[in-house]
Antibody
Framework: EVQLVESGGGLVQPGGSLRLSCAAS????????MNWVRQAPGKGLEWVAN????????YYVDSVKGRFTISRDNAKNLLSLQMNTLRAEDTAVYYC????????????????WGQGALVTVSS | EIVMTQSPESLAVSLGERATISCKSS????????????LAWYQQKPGQPPKLLIY???TRESGVPDRFSGSGSGTDFTLTISSLQAEDVAVYYC?????????FGQGTRLEIK
C-alpha cells in the first residue's frame, strides 16, 4: 500500500523554525517528484514546494522563497521541509504529496497525499 | 501565476440530481504541443486529505465512480456529478499543473439539499 506519513508539526513562535518530515512507503520513492501542499484552517489548498527525484531541482511558491527548504533522502525514503522565520500566516496543515515520475518541473497532479501535519505559528 | 476561479463557492443539490462545478483559469492550461489540458480535480471530505478524482481535465482516476466526469478545454472546465450520492458531500478543488507555481481554485462546498 502506498503511504505517506507526515511528522514534526507543532506550535512555534513567530520567527522560529520547524522541520517537517514525510516518510514514504509502498512505492519506489526515488522515482518520483515530491511535493508539500498546505491548507490554512478553514481555507483552500496552496502548493508550497516540490523537489526532483535526485534533489537537483526545487521549486517554491513566492511566499516561502528564502525561508523554506525542501529536501529528500532517497536512502531513507524521507521527504523534509525546513521552515525558518515562520510567520502567523504559515499556520496550516502541511501535506506531502507524490508527484510524477516523468514531468518537466514536476508539473503534474498529486496522488496520493499524506494525512497532514499541523503547524501553528503563534506567540 | 495562473489564477483558478471556481463557481459557485457553495452548492446544494438534491440526492440523485446533477451537480455542476465550474473552474476558470486566468491563462490557458492547454499545451498545444500535446493537446492536453493540465488540469485536475480533487475531492476533500472533512478531516481528510484531498483525493484525486480527475486529471488531464477529463480522465477519471482508477476507482472513482463513473458518476464523476470532467470536461472543458483551454480556460473553462467543469466537474459534473451526474447523480448526487450522500457520500459526495465534500469540498471540490480544481488544480492547474501547466506551470509553476502550481495553483488551486478556492474550492466549492457541495451539500445535500
Amino acid at each position: 500500500e502506498v503511504q505517506l506519513v507526515e511528522s514534526g508539526g507543532g506550535l512555534v513562535q513567530p520567527g522560529g523554525s520547524l522541520r517537517l518530515s514525510c516518510a514514504a512507503s509502498g512505492f519506489s520513492f526515488s522515482r518520483y517528484w515530491m511535493n508539500w501542499v498546505r491548507q490554512a484552517p478553514g481555507k483552500g489548498l496552496e502548493w508550497v514546494a516540490n523537489i526532483r527525484q535526485d534533489g537537483s531541482e526545487e521549486y517554491y511558491v513566492d511566499s516561502v522563497k528564502g525561508r523554506f527548504t525542501i529536501s529528500r533522502d532517497n536512502a531513507k525514503n524521507l521527504l523534509s521541509l525546513q521552515m525558518n522565520t515562520l510567520r502567523a500566516e504559515d499556520t496550516a496543515v502541511y501535506y506531502c504529496a507524490r508527484g510524477p515520475d516523468i514531468a518537466a518541473a514536476g508539473l503534474n497532479w498529486f496522488d496520493p497525499w499524506g494525512q497532514g501535519a499541523l503547524v501553528t505559528v503563534s506567540s | 501565476e495562473i489564477v483558478m476561479t471556481q463557481s459557485p463557492e457553495s452548492l446544494a443539490v438534491s440526492l440523485g440530481e446533477r451537480a455542476t462545478i465550474s473552474c476558470k483559469s486566468s491563462h490557458t492550461v492547454l499545451y498545444s504541443s500535446n493537446n492536453k489540458n493540465y488540469l485536475a480535480w480533487y475531492q476533500q471530505k472533512p478531516g481528510q486529505p484531498p483525493k484525486l478524482l480527475i486529471y488531464w481535465a477529463s480522465t477519471r482516476e482508477s476507482g472513482v465512480p463513473d458518476r464523476f466526469s470532467g470536461s472543458g478545454s483551454g480556460t473553462d472546465f467543469t466537474l459534473t456529478i451526474s447523480s448526487l450520492q450522500a457520500e459526495d458531500v465534500a469540498v471540490y478543488y480544481c488544480q492547474q499543473y501547466y506551470n509553476i507555481p502550481i495553483t488551486f481554485g478556492q474550492g466549492t462546498r457541495l451539500e445535500i439539499k
